[in-house]
Structure formats: C-alpha cells, structure tokens
C-alpha cells in the first residue's frame, strides 16, 4: 500500500510551495525546457536537479551489482543523505529532499553559494535524527513522517473517486513514472535514487562543471528510450530568483517573479480542491431552465450535446498516431 501518500504533479509551483511549507528558506524551482546546459547555467547557483520519466516495466530497474551509467559508491550511504524508498507515491518529494539535505551543513559544504540552504528547524531535526541511520531506516523515517507526508499530499490533486493512498502495487494500470534527484556533492555528481541500493557517482563535478556534466548524464539516459517518447521533465532547484533581482536592484524582475509566485499559489490553491459539486449545481441549473422554456428545448439541447462529444471523439481518434497531445505527468 502506499501508505497515506498520493501523486504530486511535476510543476515548478508545485514543488516550491512544497519547500516553502516545509519552511526552507531562499530557494525555488524552474522547469528546464532544454537539455542545453546554457539554460541550467543560466540559473546559477544551482543546488540540483529533479528528473522525471516513465518507469521501465518491461526490464529489471534496480541495479545490483553496477548500474547502467556510472557506478555505485556504497561509503557514500554513509556520509550523504540516502534514503531508500520505501513507499509508493512518495519518490518525487523523495527527490526533493536529497538534493536539500545534502546542502543543509554548513561545515561541509563545499560548493561556494550553492553549497548551503537554510532548511529551517523542522528538517534540520529531522536530518540530525536520521542522519546516522542506515538508508533503508532512513526510508521508513522519512515515509512515516506527518510532517513531510501532510506537506506532500496537501498539493495532491483533489478526487472524490480515487483514494490513492489505498490502493495496492497490484491495481497499478497505465505508465508508471519515477522522480531521482542529481546535485553535486563534495566535488563529486550524484545520481540519488531511492530505488537504487546506493547513490551513484557519475564522477568528479565542480559546481561550475555541474550543467555540462548532468545534461551529458541525462542525455545518455533519455537515448535508452525509443524515440518517440518524449515524456521526461526536468526541473531545476536554485536559489530564489527574486533574491538575485533584489541584488542588481532589477525592480521589473522582481515585479515578473512575485507575479509569478501569485501564480503558483492560486494554481496550487484550485488543487486542492474538486469541483464536482459545482459542476452538477451548475447542470442542474442549465437543465431546469431547459425545461423551464418548454417545447423541444430541453431534447434539442441533449442532442446538440451528443453531436459535439460524437465531433470531438472522431478528431480524437483521426489524431490517433500523429504527434498525439500533451501528457500531464505525475510521480
């Protein structure tokens, strides 16, 4: 079972309130648009970043003795923030924090000004809790902890005919897709996935090499893919834009990120809520005045109804094949 935690979407809003609410400070989150590494340089500094896709089912996944692209480094479950996961629904927010607990010592951080993030009282307990524990245990702390899960699933899409946080491995249908996490850590870049038995270290990376050396990682991960799939999404932990604003004295980019975050909170407000209820008051209204008009009113309607669901089932299959449409991805 998935124990209480639901699906999040893969949304730069989404994932900064996230942050926000679990009380970290400075830091937001940018959707990348393009595996140049000119665009995540751009956005320097950069704390790491959050890979989203579709998860193999037809292959084994978890790795045993080497992965596929780089290599395991055991020693580094020790001294590193690794979690194994231990629960469904959970990877995206799982992501998140492998990246933000891995710049939350001050004494070790080794990156310049993307090196630390103030991760506020509540995580930096705790990362002090379990920071010495074994990954798996680390795994099931983090899975069992309200804090963290009540955060996550308050930017859970609201449905009042799915209770994901009851449902079993085995009722799983359609595509399954997985977060992992990428930042450089002490001179070295990590791959953090929680499925995997161990960090993987893709080798030496400064802070300055980080964009070039992640987009080469993920370039080679997304070839293993056939062509036609196209649903990935890379989002980008960075410092707040509006602090770097503030800075230069840019008022018009300051003005540009605050609308910006109005943004996101409204988006992030309306997922949280459903709107059946409204949409059959609303029904309901339309109906009764249909009825109300007397005559044919009322089944001239219905059949115009039909004719637009008949159109749009018939475009919808003659595009079946073609470029196809967007896909909103969760994890």
């Known amino acids: 079972m998935s124990g209480g935690w639901n699906t999040i979407e893969s949304d730069a809003g ?5 942050l926000t609410n679990l009380g970290v400070k400075g830091v937001q989150f940018e959707e990348l648009l393009s595996l140049e590494p000119d665009a995540l340089a751009q956005l320097h500094p950069v704390y790491g970043v959050i890979f989203l896709f579709k998860y193999p089912t037809n292959e084994p996944y ?82 069992n902890s309200e804090l963290i899960r009540d955060t996550h699933n308050s930017f859970a899409r609201s449905s009042p005919f799915i209770d994901e946080t009851q449902r079993r491995p085995d009722e799983e249908d359609g595509d399954a897709f997985h977060f992992i996490a990428y930042s450089p850590i002490g001179g070295t870049l990590y791959e953090l996935d929680g499925l995997q038995p161990a960090p993987i270290s893709h080798g030496a990376c400064t802070q300055e090499d980080f964009p070039q050396r992640v987009m080469d990682v993920l370039q080679r991960r997304i070839a293993r893919y056939d062509a036609s799939e196209i649903r990935f999404n890379l989002l980008a932990m960075i410092r707040d834009l509006r602090i770097r604003a503030r800075e230069f004295a840019d008022e018009d980019l300051v003005a540009s990120e605050e609308r910006k975050r109005e943004a996101w909170r409204f988006e992030n407000a309306l997922r949280r809520h459903n709107f059946v209820g409204f949409a059959g008051e609303i029904l309901k209204g339309v109906v009764s005045q249909k009825l109300a008009s007397g005559g044919s009113a009322y089944e001239d309607w219905v059949k115009q109804g039909k004719k637009k669901m008949e159109k749009r089932a018939a475009e919808q299959r003659a595009r079946k094949g073609g470029e196809g449409e967007d896909v909103e991805m969760q994890g």
């Open 14 to 18: 989404v994932f900064t309130d996230l």
């Open 62 to 143: 978890q790795g045993t003795d080497k992965p596929l692209d780089g290599t395991f480094d055991y020693d580094a479950s020790e001294r590193l923030f690794f979690a194994h996961q231990t629960i469904q629904n959970a990877c995206g927010t799982q992501a998140l924090l492998s990246v933000l607990l891995n710049k939350a010592d001050p004494s070790v951080s080794q990156e310049g000004d993307a090196g630390y993030i103030d991760i506020g009282d509540k995580l930096r307990d705790f990362r002090e809790f379990t920071i010495a524990l074994p990954a798996e245990i680390r795994g099931e702390a983090l899975s």
